[in-house]
């Protein structure tokens, strides 16, 4: 069974249209998150949810809106899509230990998204 | 402002041969620390972590790293590396729900 699963993994699609990508852990975990990696490999947060609620927003254009409807997923729909989001879109959960910060991340397979 | 360091953007061993890749990172406290692997077209796989206690600390795939808290650097090392490690290796520390990603390494093994 895959741990953390996003759909899909290929999106190329025309600017200024709307997309949405879903992502889901089957983990247990309490946390979830948005990365995105550009074309050189750097791989920066974008949201961070723990227990459905958003904790981190590291100033990311309001065209990106995330979205958890329960512990077990969290989706990303971007609105006008320009051609610098072009960029590989990762979902990682986790699980906050209480104490310093969150356990190991377990990502998923990427979305590889392609702005035309 | 909190920041990780990873100065080598790319590597090239001898298959064999032994690796160190570097972390530093920037914070007032001790982050969780982390080393994620990356291999071409998949998501990042844990290495291994630390949080406190020992500060060396064993992985999968016979990695191991130290922390030195007096030059707040985690560095990562393999005795003897294969084909197969060669990927883009990521440091992260973490604190609270922020996770600060390095930038990479490219580790490239030759024959």
């Known amino acids: 069974d895959t741990a953390v699963s996003q759909t899909p993994k290929y999106l190329v699609t025309q600017m200024g249209n709307d997309k949405s990508i879903k992502c889901e852990q089957n983990l247990g975990h309490d946390t979830m998150y948005w990365y995105k990696q550009d074309s050189k490999k750097f791989l920066k947060i974008m949201f961070s949810y723990n227990n459905k609620e958003l904790i981190i927003n590291e100033t990311v254009p309001n065209r990106f809106s995330p979205k958890s409807p329960d512990k077990a997923h969290l989706n990303l729909h971007i609105n006008s899509l320009e051609l610098g989001d072009s960029a590989v879109y990762f979902c990682?959960?986790?699980?906050?230990?209480?104490?310093?910060?969150?356990?190991?991340?377990?990502f998923g397979p990427g979305t590889r998204l392609t702005v035309l | 402002a909190q920041s990780v360091t990873q100065p080598d953007i790319h590597i090239t061993v001898s298959e064999g041969a032994s690796l160190e890749l570097r972390c530093n990172y920037s914070y007032g406290a001790t982050p969780y620390l982390f080393w994620y692997v990356q291999s071409p077209g998949q998501g990042l796989q844990l290495l291994l972590k630390y949080f406190s206690g020992d500060t060396l600390v064993q992985g999968i795939k016979g990695f191991e790293a130290e922390f030195k808290r007096s030059q707040s650097s985690f560095n990562l090392r393999k005795p003897s590396v294969h084909w197969s490690d060669a990927a883009e290796y990521f440091c992260a520390v973490v604190w609270g729900f922020k996770t600060i990603f390095g930038a990479g390494t490219r580790l490239f093994v030759k024959a």
């Open positions: 990682a959960s986790s699980q906050f230990t209480g104490r310093g910060g969150t356990d190991t991340q377990y």
